[in-house]
């Protein structure tokens, strides 16, 4: 069973900082991997996609990365705003299952 | 910008009675799936339909819960009776169903039961 973990939990960092996000799987047999933002209370917007063939993909300021073979992606955030407050999930999507398995996320708060 | 749908927003309940959860996926989009989402933790499956027919059931507690996709285009989700650990946010999110896609979720259904 895949299992993803999101670490660190919670992240505080002051405006205009650079930061990564980290997520790990235990099964590299992914078909694609997904990170989403949550505003509190609210639905999950996806912000990037990751196809299994890929190694990153970016969206303005956001980047993410895929290493497969270690069982692992990064979400990079440059020059941090206090917009950027919110959690982050990351989801894969694995080989025939065709549903997302989500980590718990990392709740980040950018400080004005 | 098209949207998925759910209502109702929030929802209090008693423990034992029913209640209902309805999501209207974005037009034309045949895949539809139902998550739950405890506070401080990640998104969990309940099912998954494409068009009318459900691919995944696997994690829904059949002995309380029901979903239906009768026409395949919005759906619902029932709990009865509900208990107290059903509070939860309840999600409704929605993709084409062809390869490699982003899925778009509803603000989802705050369930409390009491």
């Known amino acids: 069973k895949q299992e993803v973990t999101q670490i660190p939990a919670a992240l505080s960092v002051p405006e205009g900082e650079n930061l990564v996000l980290n997520c790990s799987f235990t099964?590299?047999?992914?078909?694609?991997l997904q990170w989403f933002r949550q505003d509190p209370g609210k639905g999950l917007t996806s912000l990037l996609l990751i196809q299994s063939s890929q190694r990153e993909q970016t969206s303005g300021r956001l980047n993410a990365s895929l290493d497969k073979s270690s069982g692992r992606s990064t979400l990079y955030i440059a020059a941090s705003q206090p917009g950027d407050s919110a959690t982050y999930l990351c989801?894969?999507?694995?080989?025939?299952?065709?549903?997302?398995?989500f980590g718990s996320g990392t709740r980040l708060q950018v400080q004005p | 910008e098209a949207e998925v749908a759910q209502s109702p927003r929030y929802k209090i309940t008693e423990k034992s009675q029913a209640v209902a959860f309805w999501c209207d996926p974005i037009s034309g989009h045949a895949t539809l799936y139902w998550y739950r989402q405890i506070l401080g933790q990640g998104p969990e499956l309940l099912v998954q339909f494409q068009d009318e027919s459900v691919v995944d059931d696997s994690q829904l507690p059949k002995d309380r819960f029901s979903a239906e996709r009768l026409k395949g285009v919005d759906s619902t989700l029932k709990i009865q009776p509900a208990e107290l650990g059903d509070s939860a946010m309840y999600l409704c999110?929605?993709?084409?169903?062809?390869?490699?896609?982003?899925?778009?979720f509803g603000s989802g259904t705050q369930l409390s039961v009491l």
């Open positions: 099964d590299s047999a992914i078909y694609n």
């Open positions: 999110a929605s993709s084409p169903g062809q390869g490699p896609e982003k899925l778009f």
């Open positions: 989801a894969l999507e694995d080989t025939g299952r065709r549903a997302l398995t």
